[in-house]
């Protein structure tokens, strides 16, 4: 049974430019927020810009709850970060429990953000999942498992200093 993940669109535009998104597609049930669905428009090769198509290769996720959206944003500004309205819909939608869907993502802020949210199982970097797909391949270095360590690290040290119990 393939597993569920739900795509940034920096790793969209990345998986095109690496020309691996074929392959991820085949390893994993895909899903995207409308928002990052409006994010990844093009990709760049060889000095063009080039039109992504999601239609039909993806399952496009359109009932983000506002509240949990809400939430997502009240965390960014206690926590000092700033996240793209995709990564904001993203995460809402992991805080609406889907079973076994983990979030893959590259962006340092959204990384760091989920770790203080304390939502990091629910993501992956996606040197990560490429590997558990069988794919090993060169990446650029925001995709590398250690810089996803290193962001969850800093997001954990952000929740300590910044987050408010109640």
Known sequence: MKKLL??????IIDLHSLQLFEKMRKSYHLYVTQEV????????????KI???LENKVTIVKDVRVELLAGVQKEEQEAWLAIDPGEATSIAYILQGEKDL???LCDKA????????NLEPNSISLEKALKNAGHH????PRHYESNFKDCVKEGKALRIQYKKFT
């Open 51 to 53: 039109p992504i198509k």
């Open 102 to 104: 983990a979030l893959c």
């Open 6 to 11: 739900l795509l940034d669109a920096d790793v």
């Open 110 to 117: 959204a990384i760091k953000l989920m770790a203080y949210m």
């Open 37 to 48: 669905l409006a994010e990844a428009k093009f990709y760049k090769r060889r000095n063009q």
């Open 137 to 140: 391949t060169k990446l650029f």
